[in-house]
């Protein structure tokens, strides 16, 4: 079959068309259509995902450049190990020690044979962060929303959830089969108006909502969100993936940041940001969590994290308490980046290390990304159809470890590459311009 689908700049529907057309082709044929389109682009250099990196996830890393065939060095703007603990010596020390007292790894289910004492003082350590009772312990972020919104909802129920929610919530809900009502990012009108559409009936009606949004950085403001829920009787889930660790006087997440600790009926985290492992939990009320054990079918049919992951996570809480300088260096990395953006005429509103460099209007995304690699910042491009497709951006992620200096040299390559490509005669007012959402 003919691959008529070329790269056309940033702003293009390549993946979609190529979703959709895959979607009435046999196998064979949607397989090859893709494989056309993918040689396609590396034919113009601008691939740039799965670069292959051969170092820690530090700072700086090292990776194998598929363009020179040799390896390169690249500042790290691009990894949710937001403290840096990826490569924390505590860290690896205990990882080490729990490798050599428990081995590789479990062969099982948490059910069965797959629950260490390690899971279960976890488990505990977790539930206290979030002020909760209990906590079980999930080996992904995305199975831990798949399950918790199949687990828990009825076809009865109702589910209200913000419009930016991450793809496994939106699976969770496509699985469960529940009725379910989206309302505009944390447009808190539209959200009241959802509530009160949906709240007098006799079902369970549960709300959605992240502490902070993965892809904008922006948090949900549970301050006035919890108690709306409260008067209405709806059940509040937030996916604090990227909150916790990170928000908060003493990291705790985006409840203890808008002051609502132990509010949020069940809260899901993940310990592939922060903690810089993979795994996930969900922090909520004894009885919950033990219907969940039973009832997350992707808890119950599915191996437990090996205990060195375990380990990890418990290392990463004891840093959290011990290293509080951590998170004022991410704190004032933020400040710092804000600022330094602010002076090359990008203003941003940074509540979190998240970091949404949008696109201007007219940019070639893909041309830019090959930019930054080209000066050595690591970066991630998140185009369209991740996000639609007037919101395409790099998506930068400050560490609690970067220097000022890599602060500097990112600001100064996006000058460089925002002034090269972004062709504007009037760049007084306003040096850059966005298309709205
Ligand atoms: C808000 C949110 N929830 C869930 C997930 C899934 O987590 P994991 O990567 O641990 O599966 C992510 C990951 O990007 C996320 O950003």
Known sequence: MENNLEYRGGENFDLREMLLKGKNLKLNDKVGLFENFIDDLSQHNIMLNRRCITTAADREVIIYDRFSGKEKKLLMFGSNNYLGLANHPYVKDKALDALKKFGAGIGGPPLLNGYTILHRELEERLAALKGAEDALIFSSGYSANVGLVSGLTNPNDIIIYDAFSHASFCDGIKMSNVKSFRFPHNNL?????????????????????????????????????????????????????????????????????????????????????????????????????????????????????????????????????????????????????????????????????????????????????????????????????????????????????????????????????????????????????????
């Open 189 to 437: 009108n539209m959200f009241k108006l959802r509530l009160d559409q949906n709240t007098n009936t006799s079902n369970d009606v549960y709300v959605g909502v992240e502490g902070v949004y993965s892809m904008d950085g922006d948090t949900a403001p549970l301050d006035k969100i919890v108690p709306l829920c409260k008067s209405k009787g709806a059940i509040l889930l937030v996916d604090d993936a990227h909150g916790t660790g990170v928000l908060g006087k003493h990291g705790k997440g985006t409840a203890e940041h808008y002051g609502v600790e132990g509010q949020v009926d069940i809260t899901l985290g993940t310990f592939s940001k922060t903690f810089a492992a993979t795994g996930a939990f969900v922090a909520a009320s004894k009885p919950i969590i033990n219907y969940l054990r039973f009832f997350a079918r992707s808890y119950m049919f599915s191996a437990s994290l090996p205990p060195v992951s375990i380990a990890i996570v418990l290392a990463g809480l004891d840093v959290l308490e011990k290293e509080p300088q951590l998170l004022d260096n991410l704190r004032n990395n933020i400040k710092y980046a804000e600022d330094s953006f602010h002076k090359i005429g990008i203003d941003l509103n940074l509540q979190t290390p998240i970091i949404p460099l949008k696109v201007p209007v007219g940019m070639d995304i893909r041309k830019a990304a090959l930019k930054f690699h080209q000066y050595g910042i690591f970066v991630n491009s998140i185009e369209y159809p991740a996000v639609p497709i007037s919101q395409q951006r790099f998506r930068v992620s400050l560490m609690a470890t970067h220097k000022k200096e890599d602060i500097d040299k990112l600001v100064e390559v996006t000058n460089e590459i925002w002034t090269e490509f972004y062709k504007n005669e009037n760049q007084t007012a306003a040096k850059y311009q966005f298309e709205a959402a």
